[in-house]
């Protein structure tokens, strides 16, 4: 069975800095794309950040220069380091594998259970 499980969150002031982790656990084949989103209470998820297999990284306009998202395919893992934050970046953040591969899942899409990051002014 296939897992994602997000680590990191917490509180920080303004300026500060956060590193989340977040880890596929199970048999797993591959993972196409592996994204970090963020939803707002009331609001819609947004994405925030994607690292493919190839290790090619795009990044929302709102976080673009502040964070970084980096992968290790071999251990199923993807960071997010959040630099220089800010008060608006207070939401949950959620791990999501894209296009999973395993000996049950043909291109299919996990999340994690999400995790709080708040920033104080």
């Known amino acids: 069975q296939v897992q994602l499980v997000e680590s990191g969150g917490g509180l920080v002031q303004a300026g500060g800095s956060l590193r989340l982790s977040c880890v596929a656990s199970?048999?797993?084949?591959?993972?196409?794309?592996m994204n970090w989103w963020r939803q707002a209470p009331g609001k819609q998820r947004e994405l925030v950040a994607s690292v493919d297999s190839f290790g090619f990284t795009t990044y929302s306009e709102f976080v673009k220069d502040r964070f970084v998202v980096s992968r290790d395919n071999a251990r199923d893992t993807v960071d997010l380091q959040m630099n220089n934050l800010k008060p608006e970046d207070t939401v949950v953040y959620y791990c999501?594998?894209?296009?999973?591969?395993?000996?049950?899942?043909?291109?299919?899409?996990?999340w994690g259970q999400g995790t709080q990051v708040t920033v104080s002014e």
């Open positions: 999501n594998a894209e296009g999973l591969y395993s000996p049950r899942d043909h291109a299919s899409d996990y």
């Open positions: 199970g048999t797993i084949y591959s993972i196409n794309i």
